[in-house]
Nanobody, 121 residues
Framework: QVQLVESGGGLVQPGGSLRLSCAAS????????MGWYRQAPGKQRELVAR???????NYADSVKGRFTISRDYAKNTVYLQMNSLKPEDTAVYYC???????????????WGQGTQVTVSL
């Protein structure tokens, strides 16, 4: 069982920055892909950024060039640096850990509790 705890959300003005953190309960980055998802009111949860166990990253088109996902092995923590924030980035942000390169039908997947990000004047 993997536990994930997010932090770092809050209220920020448009154009501002925030850094989200996701602390994992163990050393999992070598076998898990870590992702940040978000869900705005009335919308489906969507992928924001993901980093594979290999270190390969991918981003939603809407955040490319503004958001950066990274990880710290020593701290078992994944980060999402968010710059040039826009009102449309307002959502609850969730951390996800999914078993990478899984040879099965449904890879083990774990979620954090979410952290609210609000971009507003």
């Amino acid at each position: 069982q993997v536990q994930l705890v997010e932090s770092g959300g809050g209220l920020v003005q448009p154009g501002g920055s925030l850094r989200l953190s996701c602390a994992a309960s163990g050393s999992i980055f070598s076998i898990f892909a870590m992702g940040w998802y978000r869900q705005a009111p009335g919308k489906q949860r969507e992928l924001v950024a993901r980093i594979r166990s290999s270190g390969v990253t991918n981003y939603a088109d809407s955040v490319k060039g503004r958001f950066t996902i990274s990880r710290d092995y020593a701290k078992n923590t994944v980060y999402l640096q968010m710059n040039s924030l826009k009102p449309e980035d307002t959502a609850v942000y969730y951390c996800n850990a999914e078993r990478d390169n899984y040879r099965g039908y449904s890879p083990p997947s774990y979620w954090g509790q979410g952290t609210q990000v609000t971009v507003s004047l």
